[in-house]
DNA sequence: CTGAAAGCGCTAACAC
DNA sequence: GTGTTAGCGCTTTCAG
């Protein structure tokens, strides 16, 4: 270790008392420039380094923030999480990050975060947060932000999903389709019941009838049917249904595309010219595939995470906010748009 | 907040001194067992939580360990923190992470994390660190890992380049092909030689000659040349070569060989029918595209990343260690074999 | 403007 | 065994 140097070591050197060594590392006002000056020399030259947690201490605050996030979800949690680093370490503060992999841990890691003094702030990424927990986050009065996922209690940051899938159909309708199915993921997720009633309003405000046939989920579900299984079952369904079957579907996850697409292939329909798909979420994947989808700002959803997070650490009795981003339409190859354009 | 109950609270509610209740809750063996159950009752009826950064502070150590790590990148690194991710929580740590975008941050984070007593620990994943840094390093005396990359003065845990590039190669061959081409990164990256040697190695063990011709490298040089366009414009260029092109190829990443590919279809070959392809890494992406490639166990060198940093910390004066994986074929479509084992 | 001193909450060495 | 006390290194009154 680095021989220590404490700020005594640099008052003796300097011939000043700590408080005064303490000011100027803090820069506070009450010190002349030349002491100032003085000091700084003898900082340098000794190599000063603060000790973050003596500081902490004495503080009262810790400079860190702590996100909780399902790791291994995809694409998405790691692009917002850059936006979250990014953003934290401009302010200079330290993240510490639990990743869990089922929402059981959720409480243990809560427990850890909610030591005293330990962090200022904590984020849940698309959690589930058990009730019990959010009561005790609650009484802790610690600033939560919550990312993906809402809650009345906190302050969260979330996508406009119903309009999101509005837009991907309509994108759909005005290509000139009419038969536009929708390969969902299940419903005991919030976004997929919100993407469900945004492709149901648009098929409605364009004079399309819905029909519960024409939306189908797949068996897996895993990660709540986000996943890329339960898109090659339920496009496997569709196709059951012979001529019958949509030729264009509003999917609600990029990789339910992916299992879709795959599904379709197999079974000799080509993407766009036989079948147009439309994704959400625009992972790294999608741009591969080339597909069509809708993008979310992920890494600005994670800075504005964290400054909504640091903007209620300084007022903590600020009203509780609910952002919403609207994701915009991607236009690659599988909607078929280019192709039509290229006509 | 909480009202912060400290440990004083614990000794006048429970009759004891301060002294006692530390001993209790740090298991510390003289303690009547009647004390220490009264101690912990009172300790649980009043919600106690120690302060995190005191126990740092008087115990002189950090319990926290943190990651440098590049972050846009892939699937890979994602998977190795998850192993390290696992392991600290294990062990009770944290885990402070620090994301780069670009190498000129490392010194910043360095000297963040070098602040005396801030963390156990550091690991490096992937990095060339600057030199000036190294040294540092090397002076603080503190532990430190390097992830995906070697230098002698440090423990490192990375990959057998060469040798999976060998089995990737040999793999080709044994499956008929004896005119492999190499599709590689650039040469500043070490991976990108080691695995240069091993394909070449390959190729002379089995009494095949290497040509430079053979071997190409996109001029995209975005990390090093492993990405997608990279790979697409190495393609490319072979693909010129018409018919005295290679119909086989062993591509140093997996997502250089998503651009290949690519490449590929667009010029009306089909993978692999037309040309073989045996990619590196094993990327999230790979499974889709039904690559056959070389996987790494990233998670395991995640786990064995912090088991080797903490074993250094309890012994600091430990001969240093380099730790090598050895990675394994994954046998999907793109190589053929598959097909041919069907006929 | 600056020095002295009192904590921040906990651990650990030292008495009894 | 248990209480007392002295730090850990820094911030922050409070005098002067």
Redesign the pocket.
């Known amino acids: 270790m680095a021989k220590?140097?404490?700020?005594?070591?640099?008052?003796r050197e300097a011939?000043?008392?700590?408080?005064?060594?303490?000011?100027?590392?803090?820069d506070?006002?009450?010190?002349?420039p030349?002491?100032?000056k003085k000091v700084i020399e003898v900082a340098k030259r000794l190599n000063?380094?603060?000790?973050?947690?003596?500081?902490r201490?004495?503080?009262?605050q810790s400079e860190t923030i702590s996100a909780v996030i399902p790791f291994f979800t995809n694409y998405f949690f790691i692009e917002v999480l850059r936006g979250v680093q990014d953003k934290i370490s401009e302010l200079g503060y330290d993240l510490v990050l639990y990743g869990v992999e089922h929402p059981d841990q959720v409480e243990g890691y809560a427990s850890r975060a909610l030591q005293?003094?330990k962090v200022d702030g904590i984020l849940f990424f698309s959690m589930k947060v058990p009730d019990k927990v959010l009561v005790r986050l609650k009484e802790t009065n610690l600033p939560i932000g919550l990312v993906d996922s809402v809650s009345p209690d906190f302050d969260s940051i979330s996508v406009a999903n119903a309009e999101g899938a509005y837009a991907a159909t309509a994108h759909l309708i005005e290509l000139g389709h009419r038969r536009i199915g929708m390969i969902n993921a299940q419903s005991v997720s919030a976004p997929a019941l919100e993407r469900l009633q945004g492709y149901r309003r648009a098929l409605e405000r364009h004079g399309l009838s819905f029909t519960d046939e024409f939306v189908r989920i797949g068996r897996n579900t895993k990660q709540d049917g986000f996943n890329r299984d339960a898109g090659y079952e339920a496009m496997t369904d569709f196709i059951k249904m012979g001529s019958e079957m949509p030729k264009a579907f509003f999917v609600s996850s990029d990789i339910q595309a992916m299992g879709a697409i795959a599904a379709l292939n197999e079974n000799g329909f080509r993407v766009p010219e036989d079948v147009a798909l439309v994704g959400f979420d625009d992972i790294e994947l999608a741009r591969h595939m080339r597909l069509t989808t809708m993008r979310q700002p992920m890494f600005q959803m994670g800075v504005l995470a964290i400054e909504r997070l640091v903007a209620r650490m300084a007022n903590p009795d600020m009203e509780i906010l609910h952002t919403t981003f609207s994701p915009t339409l991607i236009v690659r190859e599988s909607c078929g748009a280019l192709i039509r354009n290229q006509n």
Chains 1, 2 share one sequence.
């Open positions: 220590k140097v404490t700020i005594y070591d640099i008052a011939g000043f008392g700590i408080g005064t060594i303490s000011r100027v590392l803090n506070h006002p009450s010190v002349t030349e002491t100032r000063y380094q603060p000790h973050t947690y003596a500081q201490l004495a503080r009262r005293r003094g």
